[in-house]
């Protein structure tokens, strides 16, 4: 995947989970109701690649003193 700036990537996130938050909401125009299921888990896949990566906390490897 291309690396996009993180403001995208949550614009992008938040916009899916918008979208795939309601089942009676607009998404209930795109998809069929036997569909549903398998839509939300694609998107929610598609979220959590988009979803910008959290800061990892900072281990330092060595003991190194000064």
């Avoid at 995947?1 to 990537?9: E, K, V």
């Avoid at 989970?17 to 209930?28: F, L, N, T, V, Y």
Wanted: no cysteine.
């Amino acid at each position: 995947m291309p690396a996009f700036p993180d403001d995208l990537r949550t614009l992008a996130d938040a916009a899916l989970a918008r979208a795939i938050s309601d089942e009676a909401g607009p998404a209930s125009n795109w998809v069929n109701p036997e569909d549903w299921k398998q839509w939300q888990a694609n998107l929610n896949r598609l979220r959590a690649v988009l979803a910008p990566p959290s800061p990892s906390p900072s281990i330092p490897l060595f003991g190194v003193e000064q």
